[in-house]
């Protein structure tokens, strides 16, 4: 992990250093002309496509509308974002928590070590499996395998991040007597913050991940399982539509995650905008 | 864009913390010690699971005891089916990172040095980095059935993002300082890219390609799975259909150990390529 | 190594009369018994005796690589020493004491980044004051070290002597008896320096604390203290323990024109050079 927080570090250093941008409405043309090309071409090289494999991509865009925003949306979409919401939120706090107690903790780290470094090597969909035959085929089940796949990269980002607190700063709270709560509200997950948060954001798209393959093999509603049931029933259009939506749905998700991680550290936004001066 | 500590790789997060003002004699304060620790809790948790299995508490048709399915791993091992289907998964991923390497080396160069080209193609890249590389197994099973071709379209493009930017990060830096300091010692355009440009995007693209390798892992092994490409993915659906859940828990283990090797090769290949990283030197300073 | 008693005084601590500017101290508030401390077979710490007592400045200098650290982190508790013992208020020393708080050598690395300076302050007050009075307290230090109304920006929004400042303040609303400083000044530039080296002075003043100030500048120690310490190199011992007797207030300008002030300077330069040597010898 070393090297992506020098990285991350460098980066910093990188973006204060970004010379001038060009003026706003500049870089909005700069910025759009490409896709709004791409759409253009896709949008007339396929109006009048007899293929079965690349449909229009009006037909694409009905399908979408018929088929998500109309009952689609709460027999299908509901229930996945459901789902994954539970699964990501059961993540992300169980890797906080165990992270912050095997960060803290040597002995503990020394002895689960091995087992993590087991478990994080997984590639998780290989839980599919396991998964169906502890849980059956349903929600608990799709639940069950975004906590256990997604768990691994906000706990090691945790764990890391506790152990990156200054020395100093380990001895100025112990000198200041601060409790062994005050130490780790005020400055073990404050200090770790950063990390846990770029733990977090592999989280998410893990959880994506995972939602859409348990989706696919073991369930009965949702986005995953509508995507593969479309593609066996070669409806091409609905195949399409499920691509671009799950495409937006995973934009939209780390849009989200970005908001809310500048939220809860502005501190640190604030601290690397300022690092171009005082770093 | 935020800085992309992204941590598929946390490779030496577990590493023990640096000996600090401590009191007693620590049982994890030796490196003798820590493997004590955590040999003992692996042997531990293999009997649990043992005994949970074989007393019942745990479903033997879902959970076959782990002597077992460690005896069955044994077997598999002397299977040349079981080796093919591993080469098949890795053969594949692994020529979806070359692929990749190919791809992002010449994207991050121009998306790096110049402007126009990162702006026109920022929104691309921003909108295609976050879609599940998974959404796209449908689209691509459609359109070419299950076959490996398939399988490495789908790696470089699910695997192609974590690369791409570490490098933009990589050639951004060198961009900065670092070329000022060549160019008033006249270095040349060879030392300049050998001593300087490729020694500082290293540390960037190892930490890129070691996302990307785990990610192509999951995308190879996900293909396997769901579209029945030859691999592991394969051999576990199957063995699971079939009811050989041994079998199955063999392979899942093998899957395991796979990815396990692989973030062992990346640090084994740090070492040497970054000795004078100041990542490898924390635990000495600190 | 020299033997002549110059300024050397062999009981530590008490009242010099040959210094009548010295103001009488009080009972000693803190003392360390032949404290040592090794790392394995290295040894750092080799029976370091001294004692301070209340209202005294100390400054403690030595050659680099003497475990002034060290030794400062056995005062304050937070390295438990391998032999000997560290007597605060007359009990011995095993954890960081209420009554002592430090002042640490690299400001951007003790405050906390994600606090603001006033919360930064209030952090250890939480064990000590009810909430109301937490603000009141916060501004009266932060008025002391020039930081009024500086109190909502972060560290990272300050200077290097800003910040350091602010350090000092924490450690001065937590109202010790004794603040220990090490190598406070060390990271700022030479004009920050000496208008916090006046800071210290004048802060010491207003709030009666006893200070234990470590430093490897010869010109600080003599210009600060009203006991200078000099440690050997490692293994560290006390080497010798010099009286500086100039009158207080001292003023950067006229206290280092007074002769006095360059032959206590050149007599503390001699004993560093003669540990320094005596070090690499060894």
Same mark, same amino acid.
């Given at each position: 992990m070393t090297t992506t927080r020098a990285a991350a570090r460098a980066v910093t250093q990188t973006a204060t250093r970004a010379t001038t941008r060009p003026h706003p409405l500049r870089l909005l043309a700069l910025r759009t002309w490409l896709p709004v090309v791409l759409i253009v071409w896709w949008w007339l090289a396929s109006a009048g496509s007899r293929s079965l494999y690349f449909p229009p991509l009006s037909t694409i865009l009905e399908t979408l509308q018929h088929d998500w925003l109309g009952p689609g949306l709460t027999a299908n979409l509901l229930p996945s974002l459901g789902k994954f919401l539970a699964g990501f939120l059961i993540a992300a706090a169980c890797g906080i928590v165990f992270g912050l107690l095997i960060g803290m903790s040597r002995t503990l780290a020394a002895a689960v070590e091995p087992i993590v470094q087991f478990l994080r090597s997984l590639p998780p969909p290989v839980l599919l499996p396991i998964g169906i035959l502890v849980?059956?085929?349903?929600?608990?089940?799709?639940?069950?395998?975004?906590?256990?796949?997604?768990?691994?990269?906000?706990?090691?980002?945790?764990?890391?991040?506790?152990?990156?607190?200054?020395?100093?700063?380990?001895?100025?709270?112990?000198?200041?007597?601060?409790?062994?709560?005050?130490?780790?509200?005020?400055?073990?997950?404050?200090?770790a913050g950063p990390q846990i948060f770029a733990g977090l954001r592999t989280t998410l798209q893990i959880s994506i991940i995972l939602i859409v393959v348990s989706e696919m093999v073991a369930s009965v509603n949702g986005i995953g399982y509508y995507l593969l049931n479309s593609q066996q029933t070669f409806a091409v259009p609905q195949t399409w539509a499920g691509t671009l939506l799950l495409g937006a749905l995973g934009y939209v998700a780390n849009l989200l995650f970005l908001r809310i991680e500048s939220r809860v550290l502005r501190w640190h936004s604030g601290m690397r905008a300022a690092s171009g001066k005082d770093a | 864009m935020t800085t992309n500590t992204t941590v598929l790789d946390s490779g030496a997060a577990l590493r023990p913390s640096p000996p600090q003002a401590r009191r007693r004699r620590h049982p994890a304060a030796t490196s003798a010690g820590r493997f004590v620790l955590g040999a003992g809790t692996v042997v531990l948790a293999l009997a649990f699971w043992e005994v949970l299995s074989r007393t019942g508490a745990l479903p033997p048709d879902a959970i076959p005891p782990a002597s077992a399915?460690?005896?069955?791993?044994?077997?598999?091992?002397?299977?040349?089916?079981?080796?093919?289907?591993?080469?098949?998964?890795?053969? /594949? =991923? @692994?020529?979806? *990172?070359? %692929?990749?390497?190919?791809?992002?080396? #010449?994207?991050?160069? &121009?998306?790096?040095? $110049?402007?126009?080209?990162?702006?026109?193609?920022?929104?691309?890249?921003?909108?295609?980095?976050?879609?599940?590389? /998974? =959404? @796209?197994?449908? *689209?691509? %099973?459609?359109?070419?059935?299950?076959? #490996?071709?398939?399988? &490495?379209?789908?790696? $470089?493009?699910?695997?192609?993002?974590?690369?791409?930017?570490q490098l933009v990060y990589g050639v951004k830096e060198v961009n900065g300082v670092a070329t000022d300091m060549a160019r008033s010692y006249r270095?040349?355009?060879?030392?300049?890219?050998?001593?300087?440009?490729?020694?500082?995007?290293?540390?960037?693209?190892?930490?890129?390609?070691?996302?990307?390798?785990?990610?192509a892992i999951i995308v190879a092994v996900v293909t396997e799975m769901i579209g029945g490409a030859t691999g592991l993915g394969q051999g576990i659906v199957v063995a699971q259909s079939a009811g050989a859940l041994t079998q199955m828990y063999a392979l899942i283990l093998a899957a395991g150990l796979l990815g396990l090797g692989l973030n062992a090769a990346f640090r084994a290949a740090e070492k040497p390529l970054l000795f004078w990283h100041p990542s490898m030197r924390e635990e000495a300073s600190r | 190594m020299t033997t002549q008693p110059t300024t050397t005084e062999p009981n530590p601590g008490a009242p010099n009369p040959a210094a009548p500017a010295t103001p009488p101290f009080g009972d000693v508030l803190l003392e360390l018994e032949q404290l040592r401390k090794s790392y394995g077979s290295t040894q750092i710490l080799d029976g370091v005796d001294l004692s301070v007592r209340r209202g005294e400045f100390v400054c403690i200098v030595g050659p680099s690589g003497s475990g002034k650290t060290?030794?400062?982190?056995?005062?304050?508790?937070?390295?438990?020493?391998?032999?000997?013992?560290?007597?605060?208020?007359?009990?011995?020393?095993?954890?960081?004491?209420?009554?002592?708080?430090?002042?640490?050598?690299?400001?951007?690395?003790?405050?906390?980044?994600?606090?603001?300076?006033?919360?930064?302050?209030?952090?250890?007050?939480?064990?000590?004051?009810?909430?109301?009075?937490?603000?009141?307290?916060?501004?009266?230090?932060?008025?002391?070290?020039?930081?009024?109304?500086?109190?909502?920006?972060?560290?990272?929004?300050?200077?290097?002597?800003?910040?350091?400042?602010?350090?000092?303040?924490?450690?001065?609303?937590?109202?010790?008896?004794?603040?220990?400083?090490?190598?406070?000044?060390?990271?700022?530039?030479?004009?920050?320096?000496?208008?916090?080296?006046?800071?210290?002075?004048?802060?010491?003043?207003?709030?009666?604390?006893?200070?234990?100030?470590?430093?490897?500048?010869?010109?600080?120690?003599?210009?600060?203290?009203?006991?200078?310490?000099i440690l050997?190199?490692?293994?560290?011992?006390?080497?010798?323990?010099?009286?500086?007797?100039?009158?207080?207030?001292?003023?950067?300008?006229?206290?280092?024109?007074?002769?006095?002030?360059?032959?206590?300077r050149a007599e503390v330069f001699e004993l560093i050079q003669a540990a320094q040597s005596h070090a690499s010898i060894a």
């Open positions: 849980f059956g085929i349903g929600a608990p089940m799709n639940i069950a395998i975004i906590a256990f796949g997604a768990v691994w990269p906000t706990l090691l980002n945790t764990i890391d991040g506790v152990r990156s607190l200054d020395s100093q700063v380990r001895d100025m709270s112990r000198s200041y007597r601060l409790t062994l709560g005050q130490r780790v509200r005020y400055i073990v997950v404050p200090n | 399915v460690l005896a069955e791993f044994a077997a598999q091992l002397f299977l040349p089916a079981f080796w093919a289907s591993l080469w098949a998964t890795l053969s /594949v =991923a @692994l020529l979806g *990172l070359v %692929l990749i390497i190919v791809i992002a080396t #010449p994207l991050a160069l &121009l998306i790096g040095l $110049v402007k126009p080209f990162a702006e026109s193609t920022w929104f691309l890249v921003e909108f295609l980095k976050p879609i599940p590389p /998974v =959404a @796209l197994i449908p *689209l691509g %099973l459609l359109l070419w059935g299950p076959s #490996p071709g398939m399988k &490495l379209f789908l790696i $470089v493009l699910g695997a192609l993002w974590p690369l791409l930017t270095l040349g355009w060879w030392l300049t890219t050998s001593r300087l440009v490729a020694p500082s995007i290293l540390p960037f693209a190892l930490t890129g390609l070691r996302i990307s390798a785990a990610i | 060290t030794l400062l982190k056995c005062m304050a508790g937070l390295l438990d020493p391998s032999g000997g013992r560290t007597v605060f208020e007359g009990e011995t020393v095993t954890e960081p004491p209420a009554k002592l708080a430090v002042v640490f050598q690299d400001y951007s690395r003790s405050l906390l980044l994600w606090m603001t300076v006033a919360a930064n302050i209030g952090l250890p007050l939480k064990n000590k004051l009810p909430k109301a009075g937490r603000p009141a307290r916060i501004e009266e230090v932060l008025r002391a070290v020039g930081l009024s109304g500086k109190g909502g920006l972060y560290p990272w929004q300050m200077s290097g002597g800003m910040q350091q400042r602010a350090a000092i303040a924490r450690g001065l609303a937590y109202q010790p008896d004794v603040l220990l400083m090490d190598e406070p000044f060390a990271a700022v530039d030479a004009q920050t320096r000496i208008e916090l080296e006046d800071l210290v002075l004048r802060v010491r003043q207003d709030f009666d604390t006893t200070v234990i100030f470590v430093t490897h500048d010869i010109d600080e120690a003599v210009y600060l203290g009203d006991r200078v310490i050997s190199g490692a293994p560290t011992k006390v080497t010798r323990n010099i009286t500086v007797d100039l009158p207080r207030p001292r003023d950067q300008r006229d206290t280092k024109l007074l002769p006095d002030y360059a032959r206590l």
